[in-house]
């Protein structure tokens, strides 16, 4: 199984709601990401997971609350988001070597009301 | 720190063309890893090519070459035989000694015509 599954696939909120982004992968990769990438623009890396600890933090706001439960799951809790966040949210997978690519899944695309 | 840089918003090409799409990046580090990534309208990344620094010979991958040029400091893509399903953004991305994340240039849109 070479997927990174995602979902939802599509999320409307509101600026006072609470909701999570879910990612799975069973390749046993030791390194997930969450990446935010708008429109037209590439993407930018939010938060690095290496070995279930959180390694990286892209001075992303606390309104973005990363979580990894285990080593096949990444999540990421969105709270009191503005329209501004509006974007598609991608996580990706790799083992964490120089020379392997990361796997991406197919991201969800949320829109902040 | 490193940086990636593609200078071509927007490229236009025939069917059957062959088109090179432009990468330069800088970085101190000794041993870094270099990716092309294309995304179509749907939203997925798809993963085309791989060159590592210390790669002698341009990585292939059927129509996907790299012409990696150390000296120079670029990576640039080469898609021979160019097809309608080519059309997408492509984006360079580079990955540090450290191993971390990928850090990806601004894109390049492939826009190809029959």
């Known amino acids: 199984d070479t997927e990174v599954t995602q979902t939802p696939k599509h999320l409307v909120m509101g600026m006072t709601n609470k909701k999570s982004l879910k990612c799975e992968q069973h390749?046993?990769?030791?390194?997930m990401y969450w990446y935010k990438q708008k429109a037209k623009k590439p993407p930018e890396l939010m938060f690095v997971?290496?070995?279930?600890?959180?390694?990286i933090n892209e001075s992303v706001p606390s309104r973005f609350s990363p979580e990894c439960p285990n080593s096949s799951l990444l999540n990421l809790h969105l709270h009191a988001l503005q329209p501004e966040d509006s974007a598609l949210y991608l996580c990706a997978s790799s083992s964490g070597l120089i020379n392997e690519k990361l796997f991406f899944g197919s991201g969800t695309q949320l829109s902040v009301l | 720190a490193q940086k990636i840089t593609q200078t071509q918003p927007g490229m236009f090409v025939q069917e059957k063309e062959a088109v090179t799409l432009d990468c330069t990046y800088d970085?101190?580090?000794?041993?870094?890893?270099l990716f092309w990534y294309k995304q179509p309208s749907s939203g997925e990344m798809i993963f085309l090519i791989y060159q590592g620094s210390y790669d002698e010979q341009n990585a292939t991958e059927g129509r996907y070459s790299l012409n990696f040029q150390k000296a120079r400091k670029s990576a640039n893509l080469v898609i021979s035989a160019s097809q309608l399903g080519d059309s997408a953004m492509y984006f360079c991305a580079m990955r540090g000694q450290a191993g971390t994340a990928l850090i990806f240039g601004k894109g390049t849109t492939l826009s190809v015509s029959s």
């Open positions: 997971y290496s070995y279930e600890k959180l390694s």
């Open positions: 970085t101190s580090d000794q041993s870094y890893g």
């Open positions: 390749m046993g990769h030791r390194a």
